[in-house]
């Protein structure tokens, strides 16, 4: 057996368990239902529920990057400038979020969606604001000099 030379000499913090029906109310957005397991300097994790037909309030995870695991029913995620970026997912899929991503869920599914989430960052884990930020303009037709009725 070979031994191990790069095992830390301090005792590691031991495992922990949070039971399901542990998890306590958290972090509260208009449309949608969090629940946090665990919450530490570096790392939060939890579910969400959103009922079939919800939309949730536009929010951002802050410094938080953030990795959504889809258990059951459908997940809508709208991001970029306008929310113009739609991205779904479904039993089984992942979906990930950007740590300042301005973003809003929905549930275009028949029934309650559910997923497992794990935030790794630090600071506020959510914060609601009032909309994306808007598209870019178009850009305006470029003016056209008049011209003379022989063209020039």
């Not at 991205?87 to 309650?112: C, K």
């Amino acid at each position: 057996m070979t031994e191990h030379t790069d095992l830390p000499t301090a005792a590691a913090e031991p495992c922990s368990h949070v039971a399901g029906d542990a998890l306590s109310p958290a972090d509260p957005t208009p449309g949608m239902s969090r629940q946090v397991a665990l919450h530490t300097e570096s790392m939060w994790s939890g579910t969400v529920d959103t009922e079939a037909g919800a939309v949730s309030g536009w929010h951002h995870h802050g410094d938080h990057d953030t990795t959504l695991y889809v258990v059951s029913g459908r997940m809508r995620l709208e991001s970029g400038p306008g929310g113009e970026v739609v991205v779904e997912a479904g039993p089984g899929d992942f979906l990930r979020v950007p740590a300042g991503a301005v973003h809003r869920e929905s549930n275009p599914g028949d029934g309650t969606s559910r997923a497992v989430i794990v935030r790794c960052g630090s600071g506020t884990p959510t914060v609601n604001v009032d909309g994306p930020a808007p598209a870019p303009a178009s850009a305006p037709a470029p003016a056209t000099a008049p011209t003379a009725p022989d063209g020039t």
